[in-house]
């Protein structure tokens, strides 16, 4: 079964009569980092912990490794592992007691707990810190031990609800090869959802980018990133930049104009896009200082499905 | 999933509960501390009759006569063996009377000019006047009422003295014809201090409030750092998650009562009666009626601050109504019914009438049945409210 993840026009309602999420469909493979981006409020927390078991969906399926959420809760909690941006560690327990506790409540024996434990905290390079309490640790170092207890179990899939949410960028990307290792060398699957670009561009297999309850796109990086290329994007830089970004914004061609530093980004697209760019910047006689054609990002494609386009 | 596997769950988080206070140097000092503080205050903050010392009392004896000078005698002699007064002269009543209002003094004993005189010539009765202040009703209640009985025996002294030769005459017992009868009160037991009054019912509390209140709490405060995720989403039963908690509660209260108890024992020297069996027999039963409540009070609050609300706004109420600290007859009478529907209050008086009237759990039964009924229920309300609670 290629499939290990399906879910079926998922909705939840809260009782405040907010729709969270509102007709979620999608399938993850066996092994894939699936990523899920959107603004906050967007539905990808509410999405992750209905999957996790941790919220009742108020209609639609999701199915794990062939087991439902809802009706086989516990069959699935045995499958899944979880790690989330509140990290679920107790300060005044030892990175191994922390481990243990939660083994011991997945059942886990003894002599292999010992054993994965020591394994896990290994990988993260935590096992000389193994028996000193997590209190005083760095976030860094929290967010390690978390990552790995998440993984106590040795799930199939797992859960990573903004992992590295108010790390430092130094930290962030050490839990990024992390997961990117464990993924590789575990055979984990796992769902991320995230805010940050960067991130899901660079782990996730495929990306679905959440607005409003709904998934706006679903697709590879690439492919998500072809789907504007029919657009032209220029960035110049240019003598007076407020006057010059007034011109360009009137101009039929142009979807999106932003402006930092003296640099004007445009995006646009027609035959003529470049030509009436350039004539509308000259003609309010400001100097063109330079100019080129940029590549889209994923935050161009995030910024037009999520607030611009559609 | 057999139930083995489930009692490990619980274990387990009841381990991690109590590890986390063991290791929290200011929470072991807390625990220690807040029943101590909490005994000390109520022994000493409550006056008791042989335990207050020290009332400024002037002493007036307008009489010239031997009398007069005999009664005062009479009483410091008196005064000095127990030390509740200090006895100080004045000249005339305004002047006592001056010191009360100045508050240099608490009280006052009036010896009338014509004291001896009277008393001599036998041609009526004379009043000994006691004044206090009574801005002061606690003391000025107590010194009155002891004041009136030294007075009143002395007088009593006195007349046996002059009839004793017409008694003697009859061949009766002076004192016969005095007084012919007393009122005699006794208690069930001997002792019956306000601190025994009082700590039963406080020993209840810290144990009840442990899970009524602490349960919430906890629960509450895992649900707010995101660390209650991690149980929820392990395969483990929800009541693995509750029991684990509770039991780390009760055994938290259980210790913080034994500690309170030996205290109270220690230090207080009161008197337990009691059968220690019967005592956490209803320490147990206590808890267990109350972890329904605490239960649906966890279900109920959404996060800490909420739940410490809920709680302040229950247990205080519940608190003074149950009779910790005043028996429930002083209350007015609708108090006195709302009392009657706290389960608090029955856990309360079964505890009060074995530890201070050595009462056996038979003796109580009538509180025994009102804990379990109020605890069955409230557990059958709590499983449900729960269970929706988690998995919203």
Redesign the interface.
Known sequence: MAEIIEVNDLVKVFRNGVRAVDGVSFTVSKGEIFGFLGPNGAGKSTTLRMLSTLLRPTSGTAIIDGLDVVRDAREVRKRIGLVAEKMILYDYLTPYENLRLFGKLYSIEEKELDKRINELLKTVEMDKWKNERVKNFSTGMRQRINLVRGLINYPKVLFLDEPTLGLDPHSSVEIRQLIAKLNKEMNITVILTTHYMEEVDALADRIAIMNNGKIAALDTSENLKRRISEETILEAKVTDSAGALKAVRALEYVRDVSSSDGVLRITGQGRDFVDAVINSIKSTGAKIISIKEVEPSLEDVFIKLTYGGE | ?GIK?EL??TF??T??DL??LR??KMRMAMMVLMPLIMMAMMSFMFPSTNSVSNIPVMMVNADPGAMGSGIVQALEQINSASGMMVLKNASSEEEARDMIVEGNALGAIVIPENFSQILTTRSSTVNITVITDNSNPQISQMLSQVLTQIIDSMGERYAVMGLEPIARNIGVNPVAMVVPFRAEAKGVTEGGSYVEFVIPGLLMMTMISSVMTGLPRAIAYEKD???M????????SRFSIIGGKALGRIIRGFIQGILSLILAIVLFRINVYGNLLAIFAILFLGVFSFVGLGIVLTSVAEDEETASMIIMTLTLPMMFLSGIFFPIQMMPSFMQTISKWLPFTYAVDAMRRIMVFGATLGNVYNDVLVMLIFGIATLIIAIPVFERGM??
């Open positions: 999933m596997s490990s769950h387990w988080i381990w991690k590890m986390e290791r929290s750092i995101g660390t995720n991690g149980f929820l989403a392990a395969p483990i998995t919203r």
